[in-house]
């Protein structure tokens, strides 16, 4: 099986920053795109960035410029630098990964349990 654990989520005040971390563990050939996910109080999920195996990276509108999504493919590791933090950046943040188990498997997706972001002073 795989999972996906996140980790750094916190309370921060307005202006702060956060690092968020994605582990991916268990039987892993290889991750393909990987992505940030959130989801606040009474809304629906939303992307927040995804960064492709190559490093090409997509971000939402919103975070464009404060956000920077990064991975470490030896380590099975994805990052969420988030600078500039807002009120309105508070969320459950959910790693979303691409993940391809043997080499004759095709990409199976799978998301880690969250960890809450409160941006608030």
């Known amino acids: 099986q795989v999972r996906l654990v996140e980790s750094g989520g916190g309370l921060v005040q307005p202006g702060g920053s956060l690092r968020l971390s994605c582990a991916a563990s268990g039987i892993i050939f290889r991750l393909n795109a990987m992505g940030w996910y959130r989801q606040a109080p009474g809304k629906q999920r939303e992307l927040v960035a995804t960064i492709t195996s190559d490093g090409s990276t997509n971000y939402a509108d919103s975070v464009k410029g404060r956000f920077t999504i990064s991975r470490d493919n030896a380590k099975k590791m994805v990052y969420l630098q988030m600078n500039s933090l807002k009120p309105e950046d508070t969320a459950v943040y959910y790693c979303?990964?691409?993940?391809?188990?043997?080499?004759?498997?095709?990409?199976?997706?799978?998301w880690g349990q969250g960890t809450q972001v409160t941006v608030s002073s």
């Open positions: 979303n990964g691409q993940v391809i188990m043997t080499l004759v498997s095709s990409p199976k997706e799978y």
